[in-house]
Nanobody
Framework: QVQLVESGGGLVQPGGSLRLSCVASGSFSSIYAMGWYRQAPEKERELIASITREGHTKYAGSVEARFTISRDNAKNAITLQMNDLKPEDTAVYYC??????????????WGQGTQVTVSS
């Protein structure tokens, strides 16, 4: 079983910054891609940033140049540095990973979500 635990959400004023973290724990062989999704009220969950084990990154156009995803393979962790936050960034942010288990199955767990609110 694999668990993803996020931390770092909160309330911030427009133009401010927040840093989200996600750590994977449990029994597994390897972690492939990891990423951050977000879901605003009455909207679908969307992928905003992803990173491969080799460090290749992709971003949604709405966050590129403001958000930075990074990864520490030794700690099975990713972070999302969010700068110049805007009210439209308000959402619940979820960590996601593609995980290879010790029995060679691929799981796709989700974190519990962390609320980010951007408001003055």
């Amino acid at each position: 079983q694999v668990q993803l635990v996020e931390s770092g959400g909160g309330l911030v004023q427009p133009g401010g910054s927040l840093r989200l973290s996600c750590v994977a724990s449990g029994s597994f062989s390897s972690i492939y891609a990891m990423g951050w999704y977000r879901q605003a009220p009455e909207k679908e969950r969307e992928l905003i940033a992803s990173i491969t084990r080799e460090g290749h990154t992709k971003y949604a156009g709405s966050v590129e140049a403001r958000f930075t995803i990074s990864r520490d393979n030794a700690k099975n962790a990713i972070t999302l540095q969010m700068n110049d936050l805007k009210p439209e960034d308000t959402a619940v942010y979820y960590c996601h990973a593609d995980v290879l288990t010790e029995t060679m199955n691929v799981l796709s767990p989700w974190g519990q979500g962390t609320q980010v609110t951007v408001s003055s």
